[in-house]
């Protein structure tokens, strides 16, 4: 399964999944805690930690997130897809407003 998934996602994807499990394979020899330590502390198993850890697809969100709370660092999630920060969401927002605001008609029920 593990294998399909790979093959669907993009290579970009991929490469951040590898680069992130990198962060947190550092942060976690940083603090010094075996990765039986931190994923019984985590809630989960040994081998989910190593698949977090290589940048492996397929690891729930939560899981991740438990992690990165261990590990003080959940934190440094706040900046991503941060909807102040989406420029091009901004500009497609803008566009599709309407170019004029016609004020409602009066209301006559007699």
């Keep these: 399964?593990?294998?399909?998934?790979t093959q669907q996602l993009p290579r970009e994807v991929l490469k951040q999944l590898e680069e992130l499990?990198?962060?947190?394979?550092?942060?976690?020899?940083?603090?010094r805690l075996s990765?039986?330590?931190?994923?019984?502390?985590?809630?989960?198993?040994?081998?989910?930690?190593?698949?977090i850890e290589r940048g492996e697809p397929g690891?729930?969100?939560?899981?991740?997130?438990s992690v990165?709370?261990?590990l003080a660092l959940?934190?440094?999630l706040?900046?991503?897809a941060d909807p102040d920060t989406d420029d091009h969401g901004k500009i497609l927002e803008a566009a599709a407003r309407p170019q004029r605001v016609r004020t409602p008609a009066p209301d006559n029920d007699f």
């Design 59 to 65: 690891i729930a969100m939560g899981t991740f997130l």
């Design 21 to 31: 499990g990198q962060r947190v394979r550092i942060a976690r020899v940083r603090r």
């Design 68 to 70: 990165l709370w261990k």
């Design 78 to 80: 706040r900046g991503v």
């Design 74 to 76: 959940l934190d440094t």
């Design 1 to 5: 399964m593990t294998q399909k998934l």
């Design 35 to 51: 990765t039986e330590d931190l994923a019984q502390a985590c809630g989960i198993g040994r081998r989910t930690l190593y698949r």
